[in-house]
């Protein structure tokens, strides 16, 4: 070593033998790493998302096709995938819209005022992203259950929520819960609130300021954070798997039905039945290039 | 009379300045009403039962429960499980970062998408696809069987589901990082002499440590959590690749509750214990970027 540079950063820059500072070449070059590198990084890359990402993938259609097309459709038309499905749907249309609500009010509330606890307000929002799945099931079966706190009363009010379709969507609302709120609040307070504040002096209510202002600005955020939403309420099995008692035609959503077709060594149904899920995550990805491609255009 | 002429005027003043402290914008009762309802309703309550039914056990009861061998060893392997699981997604998700931010390569859009598929993919979908790769008859469990590498039904299965659930953790975190880093900053290192080497090591790695740390704290934290997706590869079995999460919902449907309440507990205390680390990553990180 020829000696020692202390740089700006304050760690020292070692200069090599035989040069000295200024000779080190074309800076471009030595920004780029060498070419053997170059493939080592790129091979390992690609290895491990073929691993973990396209070769399962692959594996849900082509088990799913295994024994052709008819047996495909015919066990995605089977009565109790239909009412599986079916339970799916009313899940999201329910959670959906109200973490919705929730996330836009939410957003709002942070990003337009100055008030103490706010970021306590922030971690208790994300909470539900930090809990197990099963806990996230297990809390409602703790205070909804025949054993649970307020069990005994619903009991004597003929109330079913655990076990039952009430249980299944308190569980996707509560593990769906920052979805919303996470895609929208950083956009919100990125944008700032300078045209909000224009619009009040020109005498635009707060609902004009929302709805004409405020909404428009963030769309393309809000879009993307319901699409996430959803797939995850139409996906969620940890804690929907706690709650629901598996009934079958009743409570079974379609993360369920997969887990009892292939228990039942019934594969091709129940990767046929994974393909839905798997086009459906496929979708929400595609969804936030489309809305990646947006918010770039401005 | 001047009195209660300047008493009213006073208290409108200090409401007018009340509201130019918050801001000028209307609505904050009103969104403050419903933010703080609907958290209490569906987040804080529910959490809250958890801590009731946690003071109707006896001390000896929790204890029983979260002491028994067969929790210790669920802890076990679930710690070990994550820890590397978020090893690999660390390694591996710097590699990628950087590939995807400093490399020009064809489809680069499609593997910056690939990342985020464990996002979106249903936990219980990538169980049974990662169970079917690697059962003996499967497309790599062929090939790793007949080595005695048996992954799915033993630990290996679940290291496996757990790098697939925490994968795109510490790609998302790093990845903007290094984006944000200024070229210029190497063009000087390399000016002055330094090693390609040296620069990644001493301009490059103290930028996105913070951002490293924040990722594999986050995908240990997934890792820790995680069931739908281990409960196919793992195989269940008690004192050897039993989780936590599974752990808990076997007690559930025993109807042991005190013992679901009292691991759920152990699990709980791990969980804030990791998001207050990750808050304190992701300030250090801030702090870092103001700083830039």
Redesign the interface.
């Known amino acids: 070593m020829a000696g020692t540079?202390p740089?700006a950063?304050g760690?020292a820059?070692?200069?090599?033998p035989g040069?000295?500072?200024?000779?080190?070449?074309t800076?471009r070059a030595?920004?780029a790493?060498?070419p053997l590198i170059?493939w080592l990084?790129?091979g390992?890359?690609?290895a491990?998302?073929g691993l973990?990402?396209?070769?399962?993938?692959s594996?849900?259609f082509v088990?799913a096709l295994r024994k052709g097309l008819s047996a495909y459709v015919d066990a995605i038309a089977e009565p109790e995938t239909r009412a599986a499905i079916r339970l799916t749907l009313l899940t999201a249309i329910i959670s959906v819209p109200?973490n919705l609500?929730?996330g836009v009010?939410?957003a709002?509330?942070i990003s337009?005022?100055?008030?103490p606890g706010k970021s306590a307000?922030i971690?208790?929002?994300?909470?539900?992203f930090?809990?197990?799945?099963?806990?996230s099931g297990?809390?409602?079966?703790?205070?909804l259950g025949a054993?649970?706190?307020l069990g005994p009363w619903l009991e004597a009010h003929d109330i079913h929520i655990i076990f039952a379709v009430p249980g299944i969507i308190?569980a996707t609302?509560?593990v769906t819960?920052p979805f919303v709120a996470r895609e929208v609040l950083p956009i919100m307070q990125d944008l700032g609130?300078d045209e909000?504040?224009v619009a009040?002096t020109l005498g635009a209510?707060?609902w004009q300021?929302?709805f004409q202002i405020t909404l428009p600005k963030v769309r393309w955020g809000l879009l993307y954070g319901v699409v996430?939403c959803n797939?995850r309420a139409?996906?969620?099995?940890?804690a929907v798997?706690?709650v629901s008692g598996h009934i079958r035609g009743l409570t079974n959503t379609v993360?369920?039905q997969?887990?009892i077709l292939?228990n039942e060594y019934n594969m091709v149904a129940?990767?046929a039945v994974?393909s839905i899920?798997?086009l459906?995550?496929?979708g929400?990805?595609?969804a936030?290039?489309v809305v990646e491609a947006h918010q770039h255009q401005g | 009379m001047g009195a209660e002429v300047a008493a009213p005027s006073s208290a409108l003043r200090a409401r007018v300045r009340r509201k130019s402290n918050r801001g000028p914008l209307p609505g904050f009762g009103l969104s403050l009403g419903v933010t703080l309802t609907y958290l209490g309703l569906i987040v804080l309550i529910p959490l809250a039962g958890l801590a009731v039914k946690t003071a109707s056990l006896t001390g000896d009861q929790l204890w029983t429960a979260i002491s028994s061998p067969r929790a210790l060893a669920a802890y076990r392997i679930s710690f070990l499980g994550a820890l590397s699981a978020a090893v690999v997604n660390g390694l591996f998700g710097l590699v990628l970062a950087w590939v995807l931010v400093r490399y020009r390569l064809p489809g680069k859009g499609l593997l910056d998408a690939m990342v985020d598929l464990p996002f979106a993919l249903p936990t219980a979908v990538a169980g049974i696809a990662l169970t079917a790769l690697f059962t003996e008859s499967g497309w790599l469990g062929q090939f790793l069987e007949p080595h005695g590498i048996k992954v799915a039904f033993a630990p290996p299965g679940i290291v496996i589901a757990m790098i697939f659930v925490g994968l795109p953790f510490v790609v998302r975190t790093v990845q903007p990082v290094l984006m944000d880093i200024d070229p210029t900053m190497e063009e000087v290192a390399a000016t002055l002499g330094a090693s390609r080497a040296y620069t990644l090591r001493r301009v490059i790695l103290p930028s996105v440590m913070p951002a490293l740390l924040t990722g594999f704290a986050l995908a240990f934290a997934r890792a820790l959590g995680e069931y739908g997706s281990i409960v196919f590869i793992s195989g269940n079995m008690p004192m050897k690749t039993e989780i936590v999460p599974l752990l808990i919902v076997t007690k559930l449907e025993q109807y042991d509750y005190p013992g679901a309440t009292a691991i759920a507990l152990v699990m709980l205390m791990a969980s804030f214990a990791l998001l207050f680390i990750i808050n304190s990553l992701q300030g250090w990180m801030a702090r870092r970027g103001g700083h830039r």
Not at chain 1, 138 to 143: A, D, I, K, S, T
Not at chain 1, 234 to 238: I, N, Y
């Open positions: 540079l740089s950063a760690s820059v070692v200069i090599p040069l000295h500072p200024g000779a080190a070449g800076n030595a920004l790493d060498p170059r990084l790129i390992l890359s690609l491990f998302l973990f990402v396209a070769l399962p993938i594996a849900v088990e109200l609500i929730f009010t939410a709002w509330l337009k005022y100055r008030f307000l971690t208790l929002i994300d909470l539900p930090s809990v197990s799945p099963v806990i297990l809390v409602f079966v703790l205070l054993r649970g706190v308190l609302t509560f819960f609130n909000e504040e009040l209510s707060g300021i929302l996430l797939a139409m996906g969620e099995f940890g798997s706690v993360p369920l997969v887990e292939y129940a990767f994974a899920l798997t459906l995550a496929l929400t990805l595609g936030k290039k």
